[in-house]
């Protein structure tokens, strides 16, 4: 009999191919998101330090002009913005991320399915070749009994 050739076996392949495609991609959308979220944490600071900057003027009873001011104020405001556009491309980011996890888990379950139809096949064919040599069995002892009875007789 021949020998086990599993007959999907390129649509497994193209399927693996698939799976190892969206999980580079998820891989690379979550750097992604690791980045911005980092950029917000540098944001964050910088707006930190403005703002304790500002305050120890302030305290230190340094005197500023009302163009300083608003000056320190418009940068402030620079910096939340900035921080505000960092937020929003992070949630898409993470949006992204979202759908691309539901991607590749759809891959991941299509290379289940052609695993388990391999495995059921290879099943098949073992049973099949299992079968054939219990027949091929059966006949020889057949015919070895017919011979002894022919001997007999």
């Known amino acids: 009999m021949k020998k086990f050739k599993?007959?999907?076996q390129t649509v497994h392949k193209?399927?693996?191919?698939?799976?190892?495609?969206?999980?580079?991609?998820m891989k690379e959308l979550q750097t992604e998101v690791t980045r911005a979220a980092e950029q917000i944490e540098l944001l964050e600071?910088?707006?930190?330090?403005?703002?304790e900057s500002y305050g120890r003027k302030l305290k230190s009873g340094q005197v500023m002009n009302i163009g300083e001011m608003e000056l320190e104020a418009m940068h402030l405001t620079a910096l939340d913005r900035q921080k505000q556009k960092a937020?929003?491309?992070?949630?898409?980011k993470k949006r992204a991320c979202a759908?691309?996890?539901a991607k590749l888990a759809a891959a991941a379950?299509?290379?289940?399915?052609?695993?388990?139809?391999r495995e059921n096949q290879a099943l098949r064919h073992r049973l099949e070749l299992a079968r054939v040599e219990q027949n091929a069995l059966d006949?020889?002892?057949s015919a070895n009994?017919?011979?002894?009875?022919?001997?007999?007789?």
């Open 145 to 153: 009994f017919a011979r002894q009875l022919r001997i007999k007789q």
């Open 14 to 25: 193209v399927r693996e191919m698939k799976q190892e495609k969206e999980l580079l991609r």
């Open 99 to 101: 759908e691309q996890s």
């Open 109 to 117: 379950r299509e290379v289940k399915i052609t695993d388990r139809l």
């Open 45 to 51: 600071e910088s707006y930190r330090r403005a703002l």
């Open 139 to 141: 006949e020889i002892v």
């Open 6 to 8: 599993f007959t999907l």
């Open 87 to 92: 937020l929003d491309i992070l949630n898409e």
